[in-house]
């Protein structure tokens, strides 16, 4: 059975009670496998068969449940979602206002003879009836939290956040009814008409500063998404038009202007400029594009213009991509969530309960009626579910866009969940602490020559070699500005090196076998073939008629940022693992290079996995990096997968964690992130707790016999309010956190950007 994956934007959520509900809802869908619902993005992730149910029968059951969805139609989901945001935001803000314009004369009404305040005849002759009027339009203007709490008991028979403050404020408002004076047949009975009004008051204002807040943990998603230009310059039927964005197809020529952002994905085919690629490589210099360079839907082009030819579009560019998966984790939901729903399950019918039991049991010890509602009502109003169903998600949606925001893909809420839990980290080699491919380390001149000239004549040995080391000679000499012209004669010895004539005399460049071969005598250059070889670097030696004229040591070059990212993870008490099918020597001098004290070495890409499985087994929480297809089963098999963005297909799927940037650096940022967001979801999840276990019976009145202290519902309210905003923002304050790792150097993220290729003798 092949299970399709669709994301649905929900309205209407406002605790871990709703959460449960419309994931009730999904999963009784015929076809559906899984349904899981994200309080802090309002998304619903669910996999399902679509050859028995779709979307649309996913949409209805959220709405027979009570909720709203937001259905993609013109333009993008996520602006759909951040206009029902707006909306939102506007509408609570809206209801507060009108409900505190009359919340607070009406407070000030039933509150002025206890504080011995003289108020006019008129209003004192006819309180009931100004309360009356006053609490009305503050509970018309709450009338939502209403109509969802109660339709969600009597439609499901399960009761939420709403459900507990809909009978809490319900009861005040009808009991003061009942006893007003002209609006019953009841006279003289104590009124709550404060209460209802205020309380109503303090939940719209407390919705409204939650809406806001929550609106703030997805702004990193909203920045990727806006990197996209809306419109192209296409060339069509010999003019340029300008089509929307989506509308490009693969094998449209897309024009580009000076300043422009690039709109999709493509291949350079006419002109040249200069684009900023620092959204997706973090590197701040901008990057050449001449014909054939590919270019990113969303970088921005410099002072120069050029056409290119659209290759990826719509859903399948880079950026997209990005947006998809850091959309897909944030909707999905870490491992200790489900710890905190199963306690809201059970949370609200628990308060009712409470409720229920001291209006009973205080009516049982003497009380009156009103005390016994009183005491009743602020149980009802101070307990606080969605505290507890923010906790989590807040934190998760925060952590996975710190994270994007600096280049790092965290795919699931499980993934940031079990990055905070790793203490050995294992890296590969080849392309991952080093570069990937060989590069010119050393040239040592001998006979009189300089450095320059070494490299030019090798260079012009190399230049019609096909091998990867021929071509790390010759760029190293172009990248000197140093002019390689072709060889008179040129000759390749399988495994030894190569022979060239240039200028009537003969050059040679390869192993200090071949030129023993030849009869050459080399022993000058002796101590320096042996001294670039003990540090695992390929040396050549370069010989000009029958004399040695230099040498040239070529390797696999170590990241810059390499030596940094094990010194941060090991300073973080993690231990690090080096992983290589390379030979002891070579991987001995790269591990030495970059302070990694444990090499595995001559491990073939079958057994990276059983390694793997061996740390794992002897129990450590392994996160593993890697770039290549063979790191993929090593990947999947660690606790924690880290692909590199500029490895394989099959990687970066295995990966949990993908390093757009290439950098090591980055390695360590996303385990402080993971962290930190752990952190945050314990202290949330504590506060909570905390707050339910201290309030629920000072509202029931535990401490009244004692103390004389009753917690007046109007403050329950309030702390109800309270509790929620706070765990908001606590996850917010993430953001004055900072990942691990420095930045990547223009130069060493250009590197790393290349493929995985490790260096090997001519």
């Not at 080699?429 to 006979?447: E, N, Q, R, Y």
């Not at 030596?563 to 690090?576: I, M, N, P, T, Y």
Request: charged share 20%; glycine share 10%; proline share 4%.
């Amino acid at each position: 059975m092949s299970l399709t994956k669709v994301i649905i934007p929900v309205t209407g959520l406002h605790c871990a009670s709703c959460v449960l509900r419309v994931e009730g809802a999904l999963a009784a869908v015929p076809g559906v496998a899984s349904a899981r619902v994200d309080l802090a993005s309002r998304r619903a992730l669910v996999e399902y068969d679509p050859g028995r149910t779709a979307p649309a029968a996913l949409e209805q059951a959220i709405e027979a449940a009570g909720y709203g969805v937001i259905r993609a139609g013109a333009g993008r989901i996520e602006d759909l979602e951040d206009r029902e945001r707006v909306r939102e935001t506007r509408t609570l803000r809206a209801r507060f206002f009108i409900s505190a314009a009359f919340a607070v004369p009406l407070l000030l009404v039933s509150m002025a003879p206890m504080a011995g305040v003289r108020i006019p005849a008129f209003i004192s002759r006819h309180t009931a009836l100004i309360q009356f009027l006053l609490c009305a339009p503050v509970v018309a203007a709450g009338f939502s939290v209403f109509r969802r709490g109660l339709t969600a008991l009597f439609r499901t028979g399960r009761a939420t956040m709403d459900t507990l403050v809909a009978l809490g404020t319900g009861a005040a408002f009808l009991s003061s009814v009942a006893a007003s004076p002209g609006l019953s047949r009841a006279h003289g009975g104590h009124l709550y008409y404060e209460v209802a009004g205020t309380l109503v008051a303090f939940i719209l204002l407390g919705r409204w500063l939650e809406a806001t807040a929550r609106s703030r943990t997805s702004s990193a998603l909203r920045a990727l998404i806006e990197l996209a230009p809306p419109d192209a310059l296409v060339a069509r039927e010999g003019r340029e038009i300008t089509v929307k964005a989506e509308e490009v197809v693969p094998g449209d020529i897309v024009v580009v202007k000076p300043g422009a952002r690039v709109p999709v994905d493509g291949r350079v085919g006419s002109g040249e400029s200069y684009c900023d690629e620092s959204m997706v490589t973090g590197e701040p210099m901008p990057v050449a594009k001449r014909r054939g360079d590919e270019v990113i839907g969303g970088t921005i082009n410099g002072a120069g213009a050029f056409t290119f030819e659209a290759t990826r579009t719509g859903k399948d560019t880079f950026l997209a991509q990005v947006v998809a998966l850091v959309r897909e984790a944030q909707a999905s939901r870490a491992p200790v969530q489900d710890l905190a729903d199963k306690v809201a399950a059970y949370f609200v019918p628990a308060v009712l309960s409470v409720a229920i039991l001291s209006f009973s049991v205080w009516l049982f010890a003497g009380q009156d009626f009103s005390f016994a509602l009183a005491v009743s009502v602020a149980v009802l109003v101070v307990a606080c579910p969605c505290a507890l169903g923010l906790a989590t998600p807040t934190a998760v949606v925060v952590g996975i866009g710190m994270a994007a925001s600096r280049g790092i893909l965290i795919k699931s809420a499980a993934a940031l969940q079990t990055a905070a839990r790793v203490d050995t980290v294992v890296f590969d080699k080849t392309g991952t602490l080093t570069v990937g491919k060989p590069i010119v380390t050393d040239v040592a001149p001998l006979g009189g020559r300089d450095a320059t000239e070494v490299l030019r004549l090798a260079a012009i040995a190399e230049k019609r070699s096909e091998h990867p080391l021929g071509a790390a000679v010759v760029a190293a000499a172009r990248e000197r500005g140093i002019d390689v012209p072709d060889p008179q004669s040129f000759a390749s010895m399988s495994g030894k090196g190569v022979e060239a004539l240039y200028g009537g005399k003969p050059l040679l460049l390869g192993t200090a076998a071949l030129a023993r071969e030849r009869g050459i005598d080399f022993s000058a250059a002796a101590e320096m073939l042996a001294a670039r070889e003990g540090e695992g670097k390929t040396a050549m030696l370069l010989c000009v008629g029958r004399a040695a004229a230099g040498v040239i040591a070529v390797a696999d070059a170590v990241k810059g940022r390499s030596a940094a990212a094990v010194a941060a993870l090991r300073a973080a008490g993690r231990e690090v693992v080096m992983i290589t099918g390379d030979n002891i020597g070579t991987a001995g001098a790269v591990a030495r290079q970059v302070g990694i004290r444990r090499v595995l070495a001559g491990v073939l890409p079958a057994e990276k996995a059983a390694e793997i499985g061996r740390l794992k087994a002897a129990g450590r929480k392994v996160a593993m990096v890697g770039d290549g297809v063979n790191d993929a089963p090593a990947l999947a098999a660690a606790d924690l997968g880290i692909a590199l963005g500029s490895g394989t297909d099959a990687a970066r799927e295995a990966g949990d964690i993908v390093l757009v940037r290439n950098d090591p650096g980055d390695v360590a940022a996303a385990l402080e992130i993971g962290g930190l967001a752990m952190r945050k979801i314990r202290q949330n999840l504590f506060a909570a707790v905390i707050y339910n276990i201290a309030a629920i019976p000072i509202a029931a009145g535990v401490l009244y016999p004692f103390t004389g202290i009753l917690l007046n519902p109007v403050l329950a309210g309030g702390a109800m309010a309270a509790s929620s905003v706070s765990v908001v923002a606590n996850s917010l304050s993430m953001r004055r956190g900072r990942g691990g790792g420095a930045e990547a150097s223009p130069a060493e993220t250009r590197k790393g950007r290349t493929g995985s290729r490790g260096a090997a003798a001519p």
